[in-house]
């Protein structure tokens, strides 16, 4: 099969399989706050690490729906700061609570339950429970065409200056993913988390 991207009619299968194909991803949980100090947080799967010295992630976002920035790329634009938090696989569905849309200022930490725990270089407050958190001073928005008549899409990059990882999954001098089992996006409603982890060793030069 073959088709041009954004034409149902030449795929003919039941949704657009793109973000599927591009998959497991891992998913941005994003806390940032507004210039007047109020508290924000949602998930963005369009995310990913770009470098590692230093280390540098990025995340892409949408409009709202019926237009204008998302409230996460309005405060860091605003303030410089944001911090991703990991979700776990206990923290799922506290996550997707984190993905509505409630009006700009009011709190996703409030309306799903949790608490909030200060950062160490940056303001945007981290997730209690989520075990490892990485302070990010923003460094750039990169804008993006969209399919969407007026519509936006943005790529925001930043820099990582502070990591806290729980002692709890450290074993053996290593961050343990099948402790924490980082959950993943797949495509349509599908989520994966990590329960089984081989080894390759690279190839000699
Ligand atoms: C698992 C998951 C992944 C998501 N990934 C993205 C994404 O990559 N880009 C995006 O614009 N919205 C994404 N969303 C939707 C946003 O989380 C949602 O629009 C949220 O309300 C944005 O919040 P904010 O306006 O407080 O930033 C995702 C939602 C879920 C549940």
């Not at 924000?40 to 470098?51: E, G, I, R, T, V």
């Not at 634009?77 to 509505?100: C, I, P």
């Amino acid at each position: 099969m073959f088709f041009d991207p954004g034409s149902h009619k030449q795929h003919g299968l039941r949704h657009d399989p793109f973000k599927a194909i591009v998959s497991p991803r891992p998913i941005g949980w994003i806390s940032s706050v507004s210039a007047d100090g109020r508290h924000n947080l949602a998930p963005y799967s369009f995310f990913n690490a770009m470098s590692y010295g230093p280390p540098i992630v990025a995340f892409g976002a949408g409009n709202r729906p019926g237009g204008g920035k998302k409230d996460s790329i309005r405060n860091i634009e605003e303030t410089g700061e944001f911090v991703h938090n990991v979700v776990s696989y206990a923290l799922s569905d506290k996550m997707n609570e984190t993905s509505v849309h409630i009006p700009h200022g009011e709190s996703e930490f409030e309306h799903s339950g949790l608490e909030g725990l200060p950062c160490t270089k940056v303001k945007p407050l981290r997730v209690k429970g989520s075990p490892i958190h990485l302070e990010c001073r923003y460094m750039q928005t990169v804008d993006l065409p969209s399919w969407h008549e007026g519509g936006s899409n943005s790529m925001i990059i930043g820099e990582v200056i502070g990591i806290h990882i729980d002692e709890a999954v450290i074993k053996d001098g290593l961050v343990d993913v099948l402790t924490y089992q980082p959950v993943s996006r797949l495509g349509y409603f599908d989520y994966a988390h990590i329960t089984d982890v081989f080894a390759v060793a690279r190839p000699k030069e």
